[in-house]
């Protein structure tokens, strides 16, 4: 699969694994989401045979395969085969009324074409080393299943037939195992980057192909862009050297912001955005779980990013006391109903609610009125009552050059006042605080709980003190 996305990345693979990308964090949730998705697709086919990774040889969990299947097991997790070379580890091998049905399950939420050539390759290798398959599926995410009780895995999942599919590829493959042997036999192919190095999936050796490229390139450009690759292959490659006629205006401000150290300020439209703010005036940021594939809660859906914590600043009148709130639900519940009734009691009736990306505080509001029907009215009045401090940003009225090109609060901050910034924080992300706030439910050192929980705290509280003073700045401006 590496091999069928690019065939350095396969040579780099399993000649310089050293010169591989450090996991970050959120690749490392991928993963372990991936692992939960598959232990629940097992209850497909609950009470099977499971074959370790860990801990056994390639030899060992061929033989253990082999002898589950001549020991009359009907459900194998994890099976392993091999054949021409290539080893593959089968989700689930389950023996219907017809023959072998292999099954593969992704953490996704859609069939996509990689997936298609991933069970080709499998069929390919169980068939060859001697198992003839009657049926080969894909297994995804629902994304409309919603949660009520237990999980039903029946509904979670879809089981999607791919045998005609991927039958139909079957002969395409031992050329194309071929093509990699005969490359990996050789000098590393010389590809320069490309299309592929994020297509399908983000390559883990860009830290080595991409290394020449400047921080400010044409890849820096923000926003569409089409033939990127084509102009770098032209030599197109510093911002100096790019065609004005190809940028759109919001590109042309950061290509010549970042060029001349040029700001932009459009007085007229700062003015317009700042007359849709009243008082009391609230900057409310959410803090939610990431996009998991098992829903946690009742009546919650696959992907459904739950709210878990909130920081409010509170501004009554102008020139007023500036107030803070915030709310931080206990690790391992459901944090649901605490969380909307502690902002129910402290945003004040017809209060102005400015958000940074409103479109995201809107979405988790709106799911709590679905959760919380009772509560719709005020939670109706709160959506309508929203304002986006990031429009000026957005519609580039006012930009900085250091902003690179983005409207991200985590680029605005910094440009704009340079004693805040994110930067050496213990939790700098959305990412990380939902990780952070998972990682607590399982800490039993008191003192690391409250550490994290004091750095959780601490960045929600930045979030909208840092739309507190980039209003002020505004203001100024
Ligand atoms: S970064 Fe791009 S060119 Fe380099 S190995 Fe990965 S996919 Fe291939």
Same mark, same amino acid.
């Given at each position: 699969?590496r091999g069928?996305?690019c065939l350095k990345s396969l040579?780099l693979?399993?000649?310089?694994?050293?010169?591989?990308?450090?996991?970050t964090?959120a690749?490392?949730?991928?993963?372990?989401?991936?692992?939960?998705?598959?232990?629940?697709a097992?209850?497909?086919?609950?009470?099977g045979?499971?074959?370790?990774y860990?801990?056994?040889?390639?030899?060992?969990?061929?033989?253990?395969?082999a002898?589950a299947i001549?020991?009359?097991g009907?459900?194998l997790y994890?099976?392993?085969?091999?054949?021409?070379g290539?080893?593959?580890?089968?989700?689930?091998?389950?023996?219907?009324e017809?023959?072998w049905?292999l099954?593969?399950?992704?953490?996704?939420g859609?069939?996509?074409?990689?997936h298609?050539?991933?069970?080709?390759?499998?069929?390919?290798?169980? *068939?060859?080393a001697g198992?003839?398959?009657?049926? *080969?599926s894909?297994?995804?995410?629902?994304?409309e299943y919603?949660?009520r009780?237990d999980?039903?895995?029946?509904?979670?999942?879809?089981?999607?037939?791919?045998?005609?599919t991927?039958?139909?590829i079957?002969?395409l493959?031992?050329?194309?195992?071929?093509?990699?042997?005969?490359?990996l036999?050789?000098?590393m192919?010389?590809?320069?980057?490309?299309?592929?190095?994020?297509?399908?999936?983000?390559?883990?050796?860009?830290g080595?192909?991409w290394?020449?490229?400047?921080?400010?390139?044409?890849?820096?450009?923000?926003?569409?862009l089409?033939?990127?690759?084509?102009?770098?292959r032209?030599?197109i490659?510093q911002l100096?050297?790019?065609?004005?006629?190809i940028l759109?205006a919001?590109?042309?401000i950061?290509?010549e912001?970042?060029?001349?150290?040029?700001?932009?300020i459009?007085?007229?439209?700062l003015?317009?955005?700042?007359?849709?703010?009243?008082?009391?005036?609230c900057?409310l940021?959410?803090?939610?779980?990431y996009?998991?594939?098992?829903?946690?809660?009742?009546e919650?859906?696959p992907?459904q990013?739950?709210?878990?914590q909130?920081s409010?600043?509170l501004?009554?009148?102008?020139?007023?006391?500036l107030l803070?709130?915030e709310?931080? *639900?206990?690790?391992?519940?459901?944090?649901r109903?605490?969380?909307?009734?502690?902002?129910l009691?402290?945003?004040p009736?017809?209060?102005?609610?400015l958000?940074?990306?409103? *479109?995201?505080?809107?979405?988790r509001?709106?799911?709590?009125?679905?959760?919380f029907p009772e509560h719709?009215?005020?939670?109706?009045?709160?959506?309508e009552n929203?304002?986006?401090l990031m429009?000026?940003?957005?519609?580039?009225d006012?930009?900085?050059?250091q902003?690179?090109?983005?409207?991200s609060i985590?680029?605005?901050l910094?440009?704009l006042?340079p004693?805040?910034?994110?930067?050496?924080m213990?939790?700098?992300?959305g990412?990380?605080a939902?990780?952070?706030?998972?990682a607590?439910?399982?800490?039993n050192?008191p003192?690391?709980r409250?550490?994290?929980r004091r750095a959780?705290?601490e960045?929600c509280?930045l979030?909208?003190?840092?739309?507190?003073?980039?209003?002020?700045?505004?203001r100024t401006?």
């Amino acid at each position: 699969m590496r091999g069928r996305q690019c065939l350095k990345s396969l040579y780099l693979h399993k000649y310089h694994p050293d010169l591989r990308d450090e996991i970050t964090p959120a690749q490392e949730a991928i993963f372990q989401t991936g692992h939960t998705v598959g232990r629940y697709a097992q209850n497909l086919f609950p009470g099977g045979v499971e074959i370790p990774y860990e801990g056994l040889s390639i030899t060992q969990q061929l033989r253990q395969t082999a002898y589950a299947i001549q020991a009359g097991g009907r459900t194998l997790y994890e099976a392993a085969f091999q054949f021409n070379g290539v080893f593959v580890k089968v989700d689930i091998l389950h023996r219907g009324e017809q023959g072998w049905e292999l099954y593969e399950v992704k953490a996704s939420g859609e069939l996509k074409p990689e997936h298609v050539d991933d069970v080709a390759i499998q069929c390919y290798v169980v *068939a060859g080393a001697g198992l003839p398959l009657t049926k *080969a599926s894909l297994v995804y995410i629902n994304k409309e299943y919603v949660r009520r009780g237990d999980i039903d895995v029946a509904e979670l999942f879809v089981v999607e037939d791919l045998t005609g599919t991927v039958s139909e590829i079957q002969d395409l493959i031992p050329d194309r195992i071929n093509q990699m042997r005969e490359m990996l036999r050789g000098e590393m192919p010389s590809i320069d980057i490309g299309p592929q190095c994020s297509d399908p999936y983000d390559c883990d050796f860009r830290g080595q192909c991409w290394k020449d490229i400047p921080e400010e390139s044409i890849f820096s450009i923000r926003g569409r862009l089409p033939n990127r690759f084509e102009l770098y292959r032209e030599g197109i490659v510093q911002l100096q050297d790019i065609p004005r006629d190809i940028l759109s205006a919001s590109q042309l401000i950061q290509v010549e912001g970042t060029l001349e150290k040029k700001n932009v300020i459009n007085r007229e439209g700062l003015r317009e955005f700042l007359s849709t703010l009243w008082f009391p005036l609230c900057f409310l940021d959410f803090e939610t779980t990431y996009m998991m594939p098992i829903p946690l809660f009742d009546e919650t859906r696959p992907y459904q990013q739950v709210p878990f914590q909130y920081s409010l600043h509170l501004s009554e009148r102008e020139n007023g006391e500036l107030l803070h709130y915030e709310f931080l *639900a206990d690790p391992g519940t459901d944090p649901r109903r605490d969380l909307l009734e502690s902002l129910l009691e402290r945003i004040p009736d017809n209060a102005c609610i400015l958000c940074y990306n409103m *479109a995201f505080e809107k979405g988790r509001l709106s799911d709590c009125k679905t959760w919380f029907p009772e509560h719709a009215e005020k939670i109706d009045t709160f959506i309508e009552n929203i304002q986006d401090l990031m429009v000026p940003f957005r519609k580039k009225d006012v930009y900085q050059w250091q902003m690179n090109g983005s409207y991200s609060i985590k680029n605005v901050l910094p440009a704009l006042i340079p004693e805040m910034s994110y930067e050496g924080m213990a939790i700098n992300s959305g990412d990380m605080a939902s990780s952070a706030w998972f990682a607590m439910a399982e800490m039993n050192d008191p003192e690391e709980r409250e550490k994290k929980r004091r750095a959780l705290l601490e960045y929600c509280k930045l979030d909208t003190l840092a739309m507190v003073k980039i209003l002020e700045k505004l203001r100024t401006l």
